[in-house]
């Protein structure tokens, strides 16, 4: 097959995500300044191997696939260390790689979107914070009570209460900033109109886009797997070891 036709141009490959985007700066293309050109010619100008190229971006613009799982009978470890590995792992890379281009396009674009894009750093920049503080809330204090409680369930140990006296103390708080993210992510939405950039939209629109949809589906299924699997779980466990 001619793989210049397959190539598409560097902006038809960045729309698609950012991992395409880190793909194309680590060669040294400008994605914004040579959206319009075909990626063929972008490698040869830098005397770079397209099929090698391409071979990175086919496999960057991979959407991520949903992970099935039996999370109702799944020992709870492996369900934290799935969520650990599967959504904190991808959020902590995501967050802030979204949050540098959305800072660089609000002080580079002009001012046809000038509103559109203050309204959407300001939602972004919520969604992170709060975000990053529920992360480091779930793995330093909820996740690991969890996993002791399993142990101590498994090996019929002594369990004391933890110092917040139960877990569903902090279940109640992460099921609030759960609402909290949702109702945040609903605005973005609402700001991106479903995240259809208009016609003129340039190359760091597009990648923005793609991206925050990306980002939605993932933390909708992040959220959903733990409040109804994990958290309910852990709480009847709770029950069991501490009536
Ligand atoms: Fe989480
Ligand atoms: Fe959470």
Redesign the pocket.
Known sequence: MNQTAVAGTVGEWTARNFRCVVVVEKYGIDFHEEASVPLEEACRQRGLDLDAVLSELQSAAEPRQAVAGDWANVPLRALTKH?NAR??EYLKLELPRLRQRLDRMATRHGARDAGLLSRLHTAYCNLQEELEL??HK?EMILFPTIDRYESAAENGYRVAAPPFGSVRNPIQMMLREHDGATETLRQIRVITRDYVPADYACANFRAVFASLEELEADLLE?IRV?NEFLFPRAAELEKSLLG
């Open positions: 969520i959504h904190h529920h992360l779930e992040h733990e």
